[in-house]
């Protein structure tokens, strides 16, 4: 078995949108949890859901934002706090020896419903390309 080295940490969830703000949450017992009104209008028997408050459109631009929903771009931050906080060069980021662990609850249900709606409504070919990487369960490693 080889030993790892944990260099660099990125969080965003529901208590916090970077380590120092989950740490904190943590400690104070604070929960992510709310009544998701979203739900609530859908008629959800369950209407409590746990989101990040981090403004996801915001802190990327356009063309990152092409191929992805919220849950993958939170991701892809908290990927970039870990690379920020490792202190490692580009070269050890891109290295066969550095590896991530990365995870989120699933693929963008949003991105899901709207691609079977378009392809039911208007044929698959109106779907296009960018659909996706938001729907797949893979999303977290497609970032």
């Given amino acids: ?13 529901s208590i916090g949108n970077n380590t120092q703000e989950v740490t904190a949450s943590l400690r104070e017992a ?12 859908m008629g959800f028997r369950s209407q409590i859901s746990g989101a990040p408050s981090l403004d ?3 802190a990327l631009d356009r063309k990152q934002r092409r191929f992805m929903e919220a849950g993958s771009a939170w991701n892809y931050i908290a990927m970039e706090q870990a690379i920020r906080d490792s202190g490692l060069e580009e070269t050890e980021v891109s290295n066969v020896r550095t590896g991530i662990i990365m995870d989120s609850g699933g693929p963008s249900t949003k991105a899901i419903v709207w691609a079977a709606d378009t392809a039911r409504e208007r044929g698959p070919k109106k779907v296009g390309p960018f659909v996706v990487p938001k729907a797949m369960g893979s999303t977290a490693s497609a970032t």
């Fill in 30 to 41: 604070k929960s992510g949890i709310t009544k998701n009104d979203v739900y609530a209008e």
């Fill in 56 to 58: 996801w459109e915001e």
């Fill in 1 to 13: 078995m080889r030993r790892v080295v944990v260099t660099g940490m990125g969080i965003v969830s």
